[in-house]
């Protein structure tokens, strides 16, 4: 004799082996993905992270989670154009391009705190 289920379960469906280790291995790969990209949990200052671009009005930027558009200075760094894939900035006479989710180039040096200027006027 062997084990014998006391009662009958109707309807009621059982999880697997599989998918026990389809949750674990999920998990695992949302684990290692945080790991290899560190770029999505940078916590630096002068990263863009998203661009609404606008043909009509005037584009903004999303960079390190505050909202800026063509002309606000943002740690001492002007906004001078927002194109739809990158933005274009100059600090000190220095002009660069960067792309959603590039790594912030050393021109932006380290923030002693957070500044946004913002010019209302063109919106």
């Known amino acids: 004799m062997g084990w014998k ?3 009958k379960l109707r ?15 999920m998990l ?16 630096g200052h002068g990263m863009v992270e998203g661009i ?13 989670g505050m909202i800026v558009g063509e002309g606000d200075i943002i740690y001492g760094v002007s906004v001078i154009k927002i194109h739809s894939d990158k933005v274009e900035f100059e600090k000190d006479g220095s002009r660069w391009e ?3 989710w590039e790594w912030p180039k050393h021109t932006w040096g380290k ?3 957070v500044q ?3 010019d209302t006027t063109n919106w």
């Open 52 to 64: 609404i671009y606008n043909t009509e009005k005037n584009s903004t930027a999303l960079i390190d």
């Open 28 to 43: 695992l790969a949302v684990w290692v993905y945080n790991i290899v990209w560190p770029t999505i949990s940078y916590k």
């Open 5 to 7: 289920r006391p009662y």
């Open 111 to 113: 923030p002693k705190q």
């Open 11 to 25: 309807n009621v469906k059982m999880i697997s082996w599989t998918q026990i280790c389809t949750v674990l291995i």
């Open 116 to 118: 946004v200027h913002t």
């Open 98 to 100: 960067q792309h959603v």
